[in-house]
T-cell receptor
């Protein structure tokens, strides 16, 4: 069964600092997603990673995928308050590409 | 384009009542999904559909039924609501061209008393 683990679950950062969120999954997968969710809001797509070694960057966020290690990372560079949100990774199963499994989420708080 | 819309936005039910949540998308996507989100947890897949007239079970299907009579609509039904079904429900559709991106609706907050 496909399981997805994120860590840390809670992250409090100072503005200007760097940090990394980790997403491990238990079986092979074709697709890995990163989402952002603000309180009381829906999910916003950040990145879709489709192949081993894929790296994507948008502003202060960079996501990477290592399919051999079954690991994705979301790196935050020089955090700002506007990045405060909950970040989820989600993985699509290989045998059933529609069986999406989400991590529990990382609640990020960026303090001035 | 409205994207993915959900009706209603909020609902309170009593145990044993039934209701239907409606999801509509105007992007001509074949794939649609229903998820639930509980506090401190990620989204869990309830049911999904790979096209008009087709549905399949996800990770937590018990207590729910779905229908996809029209390509643009995906309905989620609760026949006899239970307090354990108190949750926020999200619908999503999938664009299969390009990066296989999922688009989410705004969510429906359901409380079962």
């Amino acid at each position: 069964e496909l399981k997805v683990e994120q860590n840390p679950l809670f992250l409090s950062m100072q503005e200007g600092k760097n940090y990394t969120i980790y997403c491990n999954y238990s079986t092979t997968s074709d697709r890995l997603y990163w989402y952002r969710q603000d309180p009381g809001k829906s999910l916003e797509s950040l990145f879709v990673l489709l192949s081993n070694g894929a790296v994507k960057q948008e502003g202060r966020l960079m996501a990477s995928l290592d399919t051999k290690a079954r690991l994705s990372t979301l790196h935050i560079t020089a955090a700002v308050h506007d990045l405060s949100a909950t970040y989820f990774c989600a993985v699509a199963g290989t045998y059933n590409n529609n069986d999406m499994r989400f991590g529990a989420g990382t609640r990020l708080t960026v303090k001035p | 384009n409205a994207g993915v819309t959900q009706t209603p936005k909020f609902r309170v039910l009593k145990t044993g009542q039934s209701m239907t949540l409606l999801c509509a998308q105007d992007m001509n996507h074949e794939y649609m999904y229903w998820y639930r989100q509980d506090p401190g947890m990620g989204l869990r897949l309830i049911h999904y559909s790979v096209g008009e007239g087709t549905t399949a079970k996800g990770e937590v299907p018990d207590g729910y039924n779905v229908s996809r009579l029209k390509k643009q609509n995906f309905l989620l039904g609760l026949e006899s609501a239970a307090p354990s079904q108190t949750s926020v429900y999200f619908c999503a559709s999938l664009r299969t061209s390009g990066y296989n991106e999922q688009f989410f609706g705004p969510g429906t907050r359901l409380t079962v008393l």
